[in-house]
């Protein structure tokens, strides 16, 4: 008898309603802690999209992120330079994040605070060098000049997002792939026996 761990799938209609709740909630990190200079939540909203649900959602959740809040920014009007370059960066965050986990598996694999940490600040201080690649386009200022005037908000923004996505990530993570499995994930495949037991799915096969 061998036992075989299988991929589960999550329908269309279940997609398209969690980019839309993980876009809301990304946005809503964003918008609500606006008053803190470069203290946001969005980045780990879009990280743990991709860790659980996988890259492709993720992307898709970075892209509606970036344009709503680009577009409708409390920190003044629609720049396209620096808005090509944040969706780049944060296409960088899900890309780590769909690497880093198992998409549409109820498995939880299982990254512990001090490399989320680690993974954390370098995601961040890419993101940050990046759009300083779009604040000096649009300003015609020299990159290292744009990265020197925002080297303090870069500092707040890379510790600050590394202890959110160390504290946040291994509480949120096992809860979506655990407690709400069955409203999210479903089975390819009816005609074979499955069974849940904690952090895994798997089917036996009888041959």
């Given at each position: 008898?061998?036992?075989?761990?299988?991929?589960?799938?999550?329908?269309?209609?279940?997609?398209?309603?969690?980019?839309?709740?993980?876009?809301?909630?990304?946005?809503?990190?964003?918008?609500?802690?606006?008053?803190i200079?470069?203290?946001?939540?969005?980045?780990?909203?879009?990280?743990?999209?991709a860790?659980?649900?996988?890259?492709?959602?993720?992307?898709?959740?970075?892209l509606?992120?970036?344009?709503?809040?680009?577009?409708?920014?409390?920190?003044?009007?629609?720049?396209?330079?620096?808005?090509?370059?944040?969706?780049?960066?944060?296409?960088?965050?899900?890309?780590?994040?769909?690497?880093?986990?198992?998409?549409?598996?109820?498995?939880?694999?299982?990254?512990?605070?001090?490399?989320?940490?680690?993974?954390?600040?370098?995601?961040?201080?890419?993101?940050?060098?990046?759009?300083?690649?779009?604040f000096?386009?649009?300003?015609?200022?020299?990159?290292?000049?744009?990265?020197?005037?925002?080297?303090?908000?870069?500092?707040?923004?890379?510790?600050?997002?590394?202890?959110?996505?160390?504290?946040?990530?291994?509480?949120?993570?096992?809860?979506?792939?655990?407690?709400?499995?069955?409203?999210?994930?479903?089975?390819?495949?009816?005609?074979?026996?499955?069974?849940?037991?904690?952090?895994?799915?798997?089917?036996?096969?009888?041959?």
């Open positions: 008898m061998e036992v075989k761990r299988r991929k589960l799938t999550i329908s269309p209609s279940r997609k398209v309603a969690i980019v839309a709740n993980m876009t809301a909630l990304a946005l809503v990190g964003n918008y609500s802690l606006v008053g200079p470069n203290v946001e939540l969005g980045t780990v909203v879009l990280f743990i999209t860790l659980v649900f996988g890259t492709s959602m993720g992307v898709w959740c970075a509606l992120t970036s344009i709503i809040f680009a577009t409708i920014n409390p920190w003044g009007p629609f720049i396209p330079q620096i808005w090509i370059t944040q969706l780049i960066g944060w296409l960088f965050v899900v890309t780590t994040g769909g690497l880093l986990g198992k998409g549409n598996q109820v498995h939880y694999r299982s990254v512990g605070p001090t490399e989320l940490l680690f993974i954390g600040a370098f995601m961040t201080a890419v993101y940050d060098l990046v759009t300083n690649i779009g000096s386009l649009a300003f015609n200022v020299p990159y290292i000049v744009a990265v020197v005037l925002g080297l303090p908000f870069m500092i707040v923004h890379v510790v600050s997002n590394a202890i959110i996505i160390a504290l946040v990530v291994p509480i949120v993570e096992p809860i979506l792939r655990q407690n709400f499995a069955s409203m999210i994930w479903e089975s390819p495949c009816t005609d074979l026996e499955t069974h849940t037991e904690g952090k895994d799915v798997q089917y036996q096969d009888m041959r």
